[in-house]
């Protein structure tokens, strides 16, 4: 069956219909016609959407999923569905799971448990073995599997030397390596933001300094090293600046940010709120804007959901002792919206991504694969937790206004609407 969608608003620089809006007609998963009017045939499912604007599909580079090993945070099927709602066209998995994904097998299954959905899954694989952060696990056989990126989720890699390695060895099939920005030994148990609040508090401070150290320390090994380096959820002013500057030394170096660091603070925690307990945690006021000002800058190159569900046996407990994590898929796009302007933020969670991880990206055109995200900009909505469509409710969103709605997507010649 073919798809009209109607009076779609297209937002997409690559393409000669960019911000102009037109019908598409979408047949056997292609783009067969745009134009200003398309007449509805018979057999033609119809799409007619308040202020309905399209873009290329979007694609999260960190999500956790639970499975294999913590099914009742999240399945892969589930979470695909949630991730279709949500817009993302594909996802990258993180390494998040028990077993650890470290092998040729475990990245097989993962592709495998995906196939057929209209979301497509990309396993990260870990850079060590089980995460454990002392001997490198079989990076290129995992690749030749499917893996698109190499790095232990969440987990920094203490070892100056096994990272010097890793930059080092992954260059010989361009292997793209992550490298979490923490420094444990600076951090220690800190659970907050060091500053004013965790004071007020009584909340174990971890400096940004944690951050600065090892994003720095990482800097001079890829300097030495050659190679890709990617870091994800950066969450500091400093760390932009220290970003910013490797990259003016031509150093190939990218990094991503999470839509909760880019819209809330540590002024969060005064409840003892637990799904507002994040790793790295909520940072302050001015370094909110500073992340929102390298996306506007290009200095940040992706936004991601940083999605990590965590069921409510390790959640819902004192702030102290419960997991670190939220999820972020379902709000994601309403929270960056909120802040940013949306052509300023769009191509972080498309073609910026999709290139850096070796992704094919598919412009809004004629005659080219159908892989589309349908979203409304301006509708405002409180989301609450009745909206929640993850397994997983620890969102910090709850009861929060955000602004843009999601309709769905088309993608692997399927349409999935919420």
């Keep these: 069956m073919s798809t009209l969608l109607r009076n779609a608003t297209i937002i997409d620089a690559s393409s000669p219909y960019h911000l102009q809006k037109k019908d598409i007609l979408i047949s056997n998963g292609k783009?067969?016609?745009?134009a200003d009017t398309i007449q509805l045939k018979e057999n033609t499912n119809l799409v007619d959407l308040e202020d309905l604007h399209v873009s290329c599909g979007w694609f999260d580079t960190s999500v956790s999923l639970g499975e294999p090993g913590f099914e009742e945070r999240e399945t892969i099927q589930n979470g695909l569905q949630v991730a279709?709602?949500?817009?993302?066209?594909?996802i990258a998995v993180n390494a998040n799971t028990n077993p650890i994904i470290d092998s040729k097998s475990d990245v097989e299954y993962l592709i495998n448990k995906a196939n057929n959905s209209a979301t497509k899954l990309f396993p990260i694989a870990a850079l060590t073995q089980k995460s454990n952060g002392i001997e490198m696990a079989e990076l290129y056989d995992m690749q030749l599997s499917g893996a698109i990126a190499f790095g232990d989720y969440n987990k920094p890699i203490e070892n100056d030397n096994l990272m010097k390695v890793a930059l080092l060895y992954a260059q010989n099939f361009d292997g793209l390596v992550l490298s979490f920005p923490k420094n444990n030994a600076i951090a220690g148990?800190?659970?907050?933001?060091?500053?004013?609040?965790?004071t007020k508090l009584g909340l174990k401070g971890s400096p940004a300094l944690a951050e600065h150290i090892q994003i720095s320390r990482d800097l001079f090994l890829l300097?030495?090293?050659g190679g890709k380096l990617h870091i994800p959820t950066i969450s500091t002013a400093k760390s932009v600046d220290l970003i910013k500057e490797a990259k003016k030394k031509g150093l190939q170096v990218t990094c991503s940010v999470s839509a909760h660091h880019l819209t809330l603070t540590d002024d969060e925690l005064h409840g003892f709120d637990s799904n507002f307990k994040t790793n790295p945690p909520l940072r302050t006021k001015?370094?909110?804007?500073?992340?929102?000002?390298?996306i506007k800058n290009n200095v940040i190159d992706i936004i991601t959901s940083d999605h990590n569900p965590i069921d409510i046996e390790h959640k819902k407990v004192e702030f102290s002792e419960a997991k670190d994590g939220v999820i972020g898929l379902e709000t994601a796009f309403g929270a960056i919206n909120s802040v940013l302007e949306l052509e300023d933020f769009i191509e972080k969670l498309t073609t910026k991504p999709k290139a850096i991880f070796g992704l094919e990206n598919y412009t809004i055109n004629e005659g080219n694969k159908a892989d589309i995200t349908l979203f409304n900009p301006k509708e405002e909505i409180i989301f609450t937790k009745q909206?929640?469509?993850?397994?997983?409710?620890?969102?910090?969103?709850?009861?929060?206004?955000?602004?843009?709605?999601v309709y769905g997507v088309y993608a692997n010649n399927q349409l999935i609407l919420k």
């Design 31 to 34: 783009i067969k016609k745009i």
């Design 84 to 90: 279709a709602k949500s817009g993302f066209t594909a």
């Design 286 to 294: 001015a370094d909110t804007k500073a992340l929102q000002k390298a």
């Design 223 to 225: 300097e030495y090293t």
């Design 189 to 198: 148990e800190g659970i907050a933001n060091e500053g004013i609040n965790s």
């Design 387 to 405: 909206q929640i469509l993850s397994t997983s409710k620890n969102s910090p969103f709850i009861n929060k206004k955000l602004k843009g709605k």
